[in-house]
Structures are given as C-alpha cells and as structure tokens.
C-alpha cells in the first residue's frame, strides 16, 4: 500500500510573516490527516521559521531546489542539501519544470541535485514533464522516458526506494488546465513502467508518483482515484490554508 503524499509548492511566494500566517492557519485543518504525508516547501528565506513553526506537527517541510555539489565549498549563492537538513527539511524538489525552462537544468543537473539530496539524507521529490508542444507533437513518452532514466540514471535500488516523483505536464502548471485524470494515469502508468524495466517490479511497486498541474479542491478525488496516481505537487492552491487543506482531506 502506498501512502499518498500532498505536496505544496509554494514557488517564489511568501514573505515570513505570510509563510507564518499560512502554517498557523493550516494546522489546526489537518490537525488528523495521518491518512498522508503533508508537505509544504516554503521559499528558503521563510524555511527555519515556518520548520520552528511545525515542530512536533505532522507536516514536514521541502526545499525548492537544493545545489547539484556535494558537501560544501566555494559555491555563491547555493544552498546545499545538508544546509536544508539543518533547517528542518526532510524533502527537497528536484528539476521542477521552471528549473528546467528558466535555468537551463538538465537531466544531467537533476540526477547529480537527486543523489545530493540523497547524499544528505532528504527525500528527493524528483519532477518530470512534457511540455506543451511535446504533448501536441505526441513526444510525451520520449520526453519523459529520457528524463526518468537520464534524471535517476545509476541510482541504486536503495537509492530509488527513496524517492518521490513527480509528473508535472506542463500545460497544466498554473493555468487551470489539468490534465484529464485518465491522461494522467496513462503518464503515471508509463513511469511505474519504465522503473520495473530498469529497477524491477518490487521498487515500481512501491515508488510513489505524484501528479502535479492545477490540483484544486474540487479534481483531487478524482485524481486520487486513479490506483498509479499517490499524491499531488500542488502550486497556486496551496498558497491558501483552506484551499490546501481541503486537498489534503479529499478523502
Ligand atoms: P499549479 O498547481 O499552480 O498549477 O502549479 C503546479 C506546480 O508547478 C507545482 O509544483
């Protein structure tokens, strides 16, 4: 059985006092919702605030990126994952697609960024996605399948046991278009494939796969009722306590 994880990703949003206000507004909402793992990942300047904030709740805290090094160095303006440790984290996204498409991160980046996560012990949440002309070209497969196995490429089994991924298409990223559910689950379906190829049928069992793209309140359950879909990357309505709450609680 695979527990569902939720996931919200609140991108460059959020001054501290805000990121405060969203966490004090959303525990008290799923103050009972063992039925998930509950993650937020806040920007890195509200992240030791909002982490002191939880202590002792049943919602953890992401990174939004971590830097692609290991231990530390002469690296300006990067944050490390062992960095991320120490503020709290137990998660860090990983190739989110705007990294992608605005910072030139390639698979090659995203496989070293997910074996630095792995090396400093958070769980890496791992993206992937088509973009929009790839869907329409129906390029969709030979997209994801590069990232999949370039992205997580010489992981070992042990290792892929411990990460998440996430499949973001890019059409629905913050325009209100999700992907129909069975689009979705025919995407998911065709990971947890390519995982039994290359790191066999236990590990594509057990891997969690998110869906992430306009996820609101009112398409969760219907999202979540697809048996290759475990969870949800959520953007625009996580910046909501209710909103996010709500997706949380779909059941
Ligand atoms: P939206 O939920 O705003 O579409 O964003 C999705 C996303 O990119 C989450 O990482």
Not at 3 to 25: C, H, T, Y
Not at 81 to 95: E, H, N, P, R
Not at 119 to 139: F, H, K, M, S
Request: net charge negative.
């Amino acid at each position: 059985m695979r527990r569902p994880v939720i996931v919200g990703n609140w991108k460059m949003f959020k001054l501290i006092s805000e990121a405060v206000q969203l966490v004090l507004d959303l525990k008290p909402q799923v103050v009972n919702s063992y039925h998930a793992e509950i993650v937020v990942a806040p920007p890195f300047t509200a992240l030791k605030t909002v982490n002191d904030r939880l202590e002792g709740s049943n919602i953890k805290t992401a990174g939004q990126n971590l830097c692609d090094q290991l231990g530390q160095g002469a690296f300006t303006g990067e944050i490390s994952g062992a960095m991320l440790k120490d503020l709290g984290c137990s998660y860090v996204i990983v190739g989110h697609s705007e990294r992608r498409q605005y910072y030139q991160e390639t698979d090659e980046v995203v496989n070293k960024k997910t074996r630095a996560a792995l090396n400093a012990g958070l769980t890496p949440i791992v993206c992937v996605g088509e973009r929009l002309a790839e869907r329409e070209n129906d390029q969709m497969e030979i997209v994801v399948g590069r990232q999949v196995r370039d992205g997580l490429s010489g992981l070992t089994p042990e290792e892929l046991s411990l990460i998440l991924i996430a499949y973001e298409p890019v059409l629905a990223i913050g325009t209100g278009r999700t992907a129909t559910p069975e689009i979705a689950a025919k995407m998911h379906k065709f990971i947890r494939g390519l995982i039994a190829e290359n790191w066999g049928n236990q590990l594509s069992e057990n891997i969690r796969i998110l869906y992430g793209g306009s996820v609101k309140p009112d398409n969760i359950s219907v999202l979540m009722a697809e048996s290759d879909i475990d969870g949800a990357l959520v953007g625009g309505a996580s910046l909501d306590a209710t909103n996010f709450a709500q997706i949380v609680n779909y059941k």
